[in-house]
Every structure is written in structure tokens, then in C-alpha cells.
């Protein structure tokens, strides 16, 4: 099984060298970002009152899920006159750990949020970074995405049970594929529920949705664990067919059954979160997290759960301790399972 990248070539065991000291080398270039990136937000704000100023720190580029986030999240703070400026600050590396260490050392400054999620959690996690979530102070999980299972159209797997039958006789010989490593997680799951050891697992690691509905479409995998919102325009367009949903139990306005309906329990969620720099108040914590509540609740928000097709789900306080924890254990338990 490959080990879990960022990048798009698909690793053997044979190149795990190389693969480490890609890893290292794209580290420490995204480190240098980062460091640029941290003078900007450090001196943005400080001291301010929270309703003058606030920068969003997206952990990965322009353009996906960590970015929208920020940038819907600015939109309904300008919109509604919440926030007076606010700016969103892009600083991507190593799955998010390099934003996360550089909000880590910003104490005491609340004119600061900084976007993570299951990708961030996991990536401290596989990274083994300096900075974990416990150096910054989370404050709200805000939405969810569910994966899907999926397979292409012509595909000789008509049902979830089909391709985990095949997948048993012989696992080495059925390649996955995902859009990162949240995605290896799901498959990981999934292979430990149909009691697939998931160290025999063909594992391609693809460079976001639309490289692994490409791997699925040409042949190089048969089957891929995705983000519902990646894979829904090319199931409704009879390219993709989709197996299972990922979630707990089934979702309003997703007609796809779930995992857990057809008898294998995972249920792992791209869930998103916001989270502040150590060091505060009690009443600027209470403040920021009523200041996301809020934000929440506009209808500019709320339009963005639509276009992304995002599931709301809001966990603040003690709940929100006591969900990560959770989520932490259960994430390392899967890497574990993966032999990493």
C-alpha cells in the first residue's frame, strides 16, 4: 500500500526513499511561504478590537476546500457588516501543518482564524508535526462533506457488496484511488469493516477529485473513495456510478445508500473547522465563537452550503473537545492500521 502524499505519482514500496525526500524538500519549501505568509498576519490587526479586523488563514492554496471555507466565511462577515476588514491569507504545505505552526505562535492575537479540519487533524497526525491542534484554540466545526464510493459507469461492480467481494479475493489486484489522504483514510475504513487488512491494499494517491475521477476513467483504478461535491456532476452524467455514501445514516437529498445500510460501519467525514491562537480570554473566545455563530446564520452562508454542497453541522464548546478527541484516536488508529 502507498504511503499518503500530496502528490499526484503513485508510489510503490520501492520509492519510498524518494517519496520521504519529496516530502521533506516540498516541507521546507512551503515553510518559506509560510514564513512570508506569517509576517502578513502577524502584524494584521493586533491588538484590535475582533469586529474591526480579522484575517482567515486558508492552510492550502487558492481554490479548494480550505479556501472556500475562508472566503465564504469572509463574504457573509463583510456582507453583514460583522467584521469591518477582513482578510483571507493562503499559506498551503505539508497538509495544512505549516499554517497550523505559524497561528500557533500568534498569543493572544484574536484577530486571527485559521481553517482546518479531518485533512489538518490527519496531518499532524502523518507529518507528526511540531504543532497540533492543542497549540491553537479551536472554536467551531461549521460544515461536512461525505465521501462516496464510487466506480466507473461500465464498471462489472453493480453493488458496494460486488467490488468488496472482489476486493477480498484478491486486494493487491484492485487499485484505489482518492483525491488525498482524508480519501485513503475512508478506503482504509472500508477495507477494515470487510476485514481486508488495509497493508495489502493498492492504494494510488491522485492530486485532488478531478485527477482521481481521471484514474477511475482510464483504467488506472478501479475503484475510488471521493467527495460527494467532486463526484456528483459526473454520477448525474452517467460517467460515475456510485456505490455508497459515506455517513451515518442517509442524508437528505443524496439518493445514494449509505455504507453502513449495506453492512460495513465507517462513516469518517471531511468535516471543517475554525480555530483561534492560543492564549486568550474567556470572553474573546466566547466572542470569536459567537462571531462564527453569526456568520453561520447569513444568508450568504447559507447560499454557500448549497453551491458547495456542504452539510451544516455546528459543534462548539465542550461538545467540540470531546468530537476531536474522538476523531484524533480514531484517525491514528487508521494510520496505525496502515502500517505508518
Do not use: H
Not at 476588514?85 to 497550523?100: C, D, E, K, S, W
Not at 477511475?216 to 452524467?237: F, M, S, V
Not at 443524496?254 to 480570554?281: C, H, K, V
Amino acid at each position: 500500500m502507498t504511503t499518503p502524499s500530496d502528490e499526484s505519482t503513485p508510489r510503490t514500496k520501492t520509492t519510498a526513499r524518494t517519496v520521504i525526500g519529496r516530502v521533506i524538500g516540498g516541507v521546507v519549501t512551503a515553510a518559506a511561504v509560510g514564513i512570508a505568509a506569517f509576517g502578513s498576519i502577524s502584524s494584521a490587526a493586533s491588538g484590535q478590537e475582533i469586529s474591526a479586523s480579522m484575517t482567515i488563514v486558508a492552510p492550502a492554496a487558492a481554490g479548494g476546500g480550505w479556501d472556500g471555507v475562508a472566503r465564504e466565511l469572509q463574504q457573509a462577515q463583510k456582507a453583514n457588516g460583522l467584521v469591518n476588514n477582513v482578510q483571507v491569507v493562503n499559506m498551503p504545505g505539508a497538509g495544512g501543518t505549516i499554517a497550523l505552526g505559524n497561528v500557533s505562535v500568534l498569543n493572544g492575537q484574536a484577530n486571527n482564524l485559521l481553517v482546518g479540519g479531518t485533512g489538518l487533524l490527519a496531518a499532524t497526525i502523518q507529518f507528526n508535526s511540531a504543532a497540533t491542534l492543542a497549540d491553537v484554540t479551536p472554536l467551531a466545526v461549521v460544515v461536512e462533506e461525505y465521501d462516496v464510493i464510487v466506480v466507473p459507469a461500465d464498471s462489472p461492480y453493480e453493488s458496494l457488496d460486488d467490488l468488496v467481494a472482489a476486493w477480498q479475493q484478491n486486494p493487491k489486484a484492485l487499485p484505489w484511488t482518492g483525491g488525498g489522504s482524508f480519501d485513503q483514510l475512508v478506503v482504509t475504513d472500508l477495507a477494515l469493516a470487510a476485514g481486508i487488512d488495509p497493508v495489502d491494499t493498492t492504494y494510488i494517491s491522485s492530486d485532488g477529485g478531478g485527477e482521481a475521477i481521471q484514474a477511475l476513467l482510464n483504467g488506472t483504478a478501479k475503484a475510488a473513495a471521493g467527495g460527494y461535491p467532486d463526484n456528483i456532476d459526473q454520477i448525474e452524467a452517467g460517467r460515475l456510478r456510485a456505490l455508497a455514501l459515506v455517513a451515518k445514516e442517509p442524508v437528505e437529498g443524496i439518493d445514494i445508500p449509505t455504507a453502513a445500510e449495506q453492512g460495513y460501519d465507517i462513516s469518517l467525514t471531511n468535516w471543517r473547522m475554525l480555530a483561534a491562537p492560543s492564549g486568550l480570554t474567556d470572553g474573546e473566545v466566547d466572542q470569536l465563537t459567537q462571531l462564527i455563530l453569526d456568520s453561520v446564520e447569513t444568508p450568504q452562508w447559507q447560499d454557500a452550503i448549497d453551491r458547495y454542497r456542504w452539510t451544516e453541522r455546528v459543534i462548539t464548546g465542550d461538545e467540540l473537545t470531546g468530537f476531536l478527541d474522538d476523531e484524533e484516536s480514531r484517525i491514528r488508529t487508521l494510520y496505525e492500521e496502515m502500517g505508518l
